[in-house]
């Protein structure tokens, strides 16, 4: 009896430990032959066809068209292995149908599932706007008004630093008062600064008008 007993623990333990090291076997098939297969982002197939052994596990399956199109295709979807059982993909980036075949005598059970596109999948996009925003000149801007203002203010203000900066030099000239230079300096300085301002300010009004 005790025999008997230990014969079926070896058993258990036997069919157990082939159990755990069992590799499924997935199968991926595409109706379209450029198409790149990735497993777990690893790139398995260019060809759009795949065969081969899985662990238990979980895996990020993507099968992605190559093409230029702007509508070009592409399937992503999880697998879950936990058993033994086979597996066959079938992903159909043109056909409603193709043929699938697959090792019948693989004790594995064969679990397969399939892959479509909607028929409003190649539909055209419409491009047209249906309420385009007419765009602003820049002469009737808020922006345009408020540059041309500031270049008429730092415009006055260049003149009346330099006409203050000569009448001051003038002075100097005929006193030689060194306050007056002073000053003769100071005021240049100012106009200078505004000048530079009304200068960049004038410019960039330019290169809107130029722009449009």
């Known amino acids: 009896m005790s025999f008997i007993k230990s014969f079926i623990m070896a058993l258990v333990l036997i069919s157990m430990i082939f159990s755990q090291d069992c590799k499924p076997v997935l199968i991926i098939k595409s109706d379209f032959e450029l198409v790149n297969i990735f497993i777990n982002d690893s790139l398995v197939s260019n060809n759009g066809q795949f065969t081969g052994e899985l662990t238990k596990g979980t895996y990020i399956i993507i099968a992605d068209e190559v093409s230029d199109r702007w509508n070009s295709k592409t399937f992503v979807d999880t697998l879950f292995i936990n058993d033994c059982n086979n597996r066959e993909l079938l992903f159909f980036f043109r056909s409603a149908t193709f043929n699938s075949e697959f090792d019948r005598n693989n004790d594995g059970y064969h679990f397969q599932k ?27 801007s808020n922006l345009f008004r408020i540059l041309t203002g500031t270049a008429i203010i730092f415009g006055g203000l260049t003149a009346y630093y330099k006409i203050k900066a000569d009448k001051l030099f003038d002075e100097y000239l005929s006193v030689r008062d060194k306050e007056k230079l002073d000053q003769t300096r100071k005021y240049d300085l100012v106009s200078g600064i505004t000048l530079t301002a009304f200068q960049i300010n004038f410019g960039y009004i330019l290169l809107r008008f130029l722009m449009e």
């Open 114 to 140: 399939k892959y479509y596109l909607s028929d409003s999948a190649y539909e055209e996009l419409d491009l047209k706007i249906p309420n385009p925003v007419k765009k602003e000149k820049f002469v009737d």
